[in-house]
């Protein structure tokens, strides 16, 4: 079974520049997630599709982020302009449903994104 | 405000002795905790979870321990490998929703 497809690996970027993450779920998974993890703390939600509907996007900074998920599948993760503090992992997670307390995440790989 | 936290930023053990990685949460409503596993440069993986309703979860050479009435539980691993050397992070969940993750612990298993 693929597993969650993120690129590109890495990013380095000067601040005001923009920037998209692209993720790609398990096949079949309905949920899809983005987390910013910064460097010395644990992921952090900034949002979650269900399908291709937001779920929850209250921690998303959407004067500068942006995201979609076209067709209930891929996904794509936008910072317009950034800031030296959106240094960090982007992780994109996905899961078959979301209403079960006991589904697990499956996790991408991420993208190291540095702004410098 | 930090609804899951993992006091221990790191953790040094000999290979083949016991590691105990704790997580304390404040949120009285979560029923459901997972700890998951991270290598560099790769996400998350799962390893283990419990649900709120029970105080021991097992599998293999990991065990779960919850204690409610304390807000806290702990993943104990015996015996420890060199391969377990990761970051452990504690995640908890509400009604199935927002998984919420504390700040990881670095384990340093020895040979």
């Known amino acids: ?14 601040k005001r520049q923009s920037v998209a993450f692209w993720c790609n779920p398990i096949s079949g998974h309905a949920t899809l997630y983005w987390y910013q993890q ?3 703390q644990g992921p952090k939600l900034l949002i979650q599709f269900q399908n291709n509907g937001v779920v929850d996007d209250s921690q998303l900074p959407k004067d500068r982020f942006s995201a979609e998920r076209l067709k209930g599948v891929d996904s794509t993760l936008k910072i317009q ?16 449903t979301q209403g079960a307390s006991r589904e697990k995440l499956f996790f991408g790989s991420g993208t190291q994104l540095s702004v410098l | 405000d930090q609804q899951v936290k993992q006091n221990s930023p790191s953790l040094s053990v000999q290979e083949g002795r016991i590691s105990i990685l704790n997580c304390d949460y404040t949120n009285s409503m979560f029923d459901y905790f997972l700890w998951y596993k991270k290598y560099p440069a790769e996400g998350p993986t799962f390893l283990i979870s419990i649900s709120s ?31 377990d050397s990761a970051v452990y992070f504690c995640a908890a969940k509400t009604g199935g929703f927002k998984t919420i993750f504390g700040a990881g612990t670095r384990l340093f298993v020895k040979a």
Request: proline fraction near 6%.
């Open chain 1, 38 to 40: 910064i460097l010395g």
């Open chain 1, 81 to 96: 302009p950034a800031k030296l503090e959106d240094s960090a992992v982007y992780l994109c997670a996905s899961s078959f």
């Open chain 2, 53 to 83: 309703i029970k105080d021991k979860n097992e599998d293999g050479r990991f065990t779960v321990f919850l204690n409610k009435s304390a807000k806290h539980l702990s993943l104990h691993i015996v015996p420890s490998q060199p391969g």
């Open chain 1, 1 to 14: 079974e693929a597993g969650v497809a993120q690129s590109p690996r890495y990013k380095i970027i000067e």
